[in-house]
């Protein structure tokens, strides 16, 4: 060894690979003992770190044997170069991915990357905003130290020592077996790097691979996940091939329509429009997004926590359904399964695109009928929200940039306090004469990042955590804003004639099961969130729903209370003013692909890992907040069968929408 490289090489090389090797194992350590509750947690550290030890083994050696063979020149050079450039692409994943752990409670893969950078104008308030400070500072040290540190203290080494030279050049004279060996071993040991978590279970095992190897190997992953994962599914029971451009599942389960016991349910209401009945009143409707507003942190669904004494009040005046859930957690699929009443796409993206929802939604539905359409929000527009909008059929559109945006607070990582949206609100409800109207409401005050304490409504102290205190005293603000905007309603005389839908677009998660935030939350704090109809001229003596219900169910149940009837086509979803099925199946899916899956039935929830982690089962009638994986008391057969539905429905869902592109490239590969 000592004769590959001179001394001053040696310490050119150890100056940089040594501190990545700490800085990389300090990193898992902390993200390991911060997710971690138990005392046994220095064991799982040292088990959770093979992936680590052997990648930064395999990747010195791999170096060290490349620069010995190189020698001297202008080659060595250009792979001094090319060490420095690719060692702070090591850093920079990996201190993304410890970010992006700390933030979520999910390990960082390729789809979450290309997302980022795909999208990157529109998350740069993300990163403007969101990342504090502590972490740039740590990304620009660990950059400047890879770039300018080993040529100074290289430097320094040799004026104290007398070395002549003053940059690493290579060694002469050595023969081509020596780094030969040392780049075949440093293969072997990048290869070892790739079994982490062989020997892992449970919520853990996708931390057991090197952060670097976890992005690299997903990105491959991902090239022939698509052509593996139709041809697992077309050779799974109840699945049979796929055409061109869609995805066919012939089976009952595939075929029947989610929820119910419709052997023959039709496709999606592509050409559906409204039809007016004796029942039919042209009223007022009004959709309330209350952003990451999860069940178990509103009064309504839990009176121990007083963050919402208003929507509770409003609540007993209102049809509640006691549990609701989302198909899949995040704010564009859920304002898709609302607003157009079908399940979204289980991949990112397509509901950006024009053309690409296979349903006319709520508002060209009833723009045919005379309505007028307007969307409000309090997040700044970045392109994609009035996509979305328009997509939908809403003719005008107000985010924040559109009023005067002096005196309110920022909230989140998107955008303002919600009472922004109050005053263009009133503006516009005044001008809309005697034409009814569908108005949205975006809010996004309980968004990531939290930042609502203090405001101007005070403070209460709700958790010890600090975090989550900030969260249920977001809702507090929010439950304030819907206070303000049903007094502008009364004030406006709209009140009476007008039904209010106030639901969640997702819930949101604070390490109840070690993961933050919702993307990938599939457990119920990220999935059973607040569904509330208030007609004032119904449910006064309030009404429950106690089957499972889904966010689809909302556009039927609207129709309903308007007295319209649907022509030229379907809906999937149910009115929640009628019977639901028993044997209804509401499922979900993770916004990050193919990392997890639910379905309830009854009280009972089934959730797929994907094998990242064991399958779980509960249930939620005697353990509502997921506690006792009771999976072990079912057959492998009937694990199997939920698993089944799962994969036949995903299929199905995503056949729906087709083989689409987003932003020029194929959605994931789903066919």
């Not at 190997?217 to 055409?243: N, Q, R």
């Not at 508002?363 to 997509?391: E, H, I, P």
């Amino acid at each position: 060894m000592s004769g590959l490289l001179s001394r001053r090489d040696w310490v050119y090389f150890l100056s940089l690979l040594v501190p990545l090797f700490v800085y990389n194992l300090a990193l898992k350590a902390y993200d390991v003992r911060t997710s971690q509750s138990g005392d046994p947690w220095l064991a799982l550290v040292f088990n959770l770190m093979q992936s680590d030890v052997f990648f930064n083994l395999g990747y010195a050696l791999l170096w060290i044997g490349l620069f010995a063979a190189a020698r001297r020149g202008p080659v060595c050079q250009a792979v001094v170069i090319l060490f420095h450039l690719s060692t702070m692409l090591v850093l920079i994943v990996t201190t993304s991915a410890h970010w992006y752990f700390r933030e979520t409670g999910t390990t960082l893969d390729y789809d979450t990357v290309a997302l980022w950078l795909s999208g990157f104008d529109d998350n740069e308030p993300l990163f403007a905003y969101g990342l504090p400070l502590s972490s740039w500072v740590l990304l620009f040290t660990t950059l400047l130290y890879a770039a300018l540190g080993p040529p100074f203290l290289t430097r320094a080494a040799g004026r104290w020592r007398g070395w002549a030279g003053t940059s690493p050049t290579g060694s002469a004279g050595i023969s081509f077996s020596g780094p030969l060996v040392l780049f075949l071993l440093g293969l072997g040991f990048c290869s070892l790097s790739l079994l982490g978590g062989l020997g892992s279970a449970g919520a853990d095992a996708p931390l057991a691979k090197d952060r670097f190897v976890n992005v690299a190997l997903t990105a491959v992953e991902g090239t022939t996940m698509g052509a593996e994962e139709a041809s697992t599914e077309k050779d799974a029971p109840g699945a049979a091939g796929s055409s061109k451009e869609h995805s066919v599942v012939d089976t009952e389960v595939a075929s029947t329509k989610v929820g119910s016991s419709d052997v023959n349910p039709p496709n999606p209401p592509t050409n559906a429009s409204l039809a007016q009945t004796f029942q039919t009143e042209r009223r007022n409707v009004v959709l309330i997004h209350l952003e990451s507003a999860r069940a178990q942190s509103v009064t309504p669904y839990n009176e121990d926590v007083k963050t919402m004494p208003f929507l509770k009040d409003l609540a007993e005046e209102s049809l509640v359904a006691e549990r609701a859930h989302v198909i899949v957690p995040r704010s564009s699929k859920g304002s898709t399964s609302v607003n157009c009443g079908v399940e979204p796409a289980l991949y990112a993206g397509p509901e950006y695109e024009p053309g690409v929802i296979p349903a006319p939604c709520l508002a060209r539905l009833l723009k045919q009928q005379g309505y007028r359409t307007v969307w409000f929000q309090s997040l700044w527009d970045t392109g994609d929200d009035s996509s979305l909008a328009a997509n939908f059929g809403y003719e005008e559109f107000y985010p924040s940039q559109s009023t005067n945006a002096t005196g309110f607070q920022i909230t989140n990582t998107f955008g303002y306090e919600d009472d922004i949206m109050l005053k263009p609100s009133e503006q516009r409800l005044r001008e809309s004469g005697d034409e009814p109207f569908l108005a949205q409401y975006f809010t996004s005050g309980a968004h990531y990042g939290y930042e609502c304490v203090p405001n101007r409504y005070g403070y209460e102290s709700f958790s010890e955590d600090e975090e989550l205190d900030r969260y249920l005293n977001c809702l507090r603000m929010l439950d304030f804003f819907l206070q303000n905007l049903f007094e502008q309603y009364k004030k406006l005389g709209l009140y009476e004639d007008t039904i209010f839908v106030l639901y969640g677009d997702h819930g949101e998660g604070f390490k109840e099961h070690g993961r933050d935030m919702h993307g990938d939350t599939i457990w119920e704090e990220g999935l059973s969130v607040p569904l509330i109809v208030h007609d004032p001229k119904r449910f006064q003596d309030g009404e429950r729903v106690k089957e499972p219900a889904s966010q689809i169910d909302i556009l039927p149940t609207v129709l309903d209370l308007l007295g319209y009837e649907v022509e030229g086509g379907e809906y999937p979803g149910y009115s929640l003013l009628r019977h639901l099925p028993e044997d209804r199946i509401v499922m979900s899916n993770c916004i990050t692909n193919r990392r997890c899956m639910a379905s309830i039935k009854g009280d009972e929830k089934y959730i797929y890992h994907y094998g990242d982690q064991p399958d779980e089962l509960f249930d939620l009638s005697k353990d509502p907040l997921e506690k006792n994986n009771i999976a072990s008391e079912y057959s492998k057969e009937e694990l199997d069968k939920r698993r089944e539905e799962l994969f036949a429905w995903r299929t199905r869902i995503n056949a729906q929408h087709g083989r689409i592109l987003v932003n020029g490239n194929p959605a994931l590969g789903e066919d």
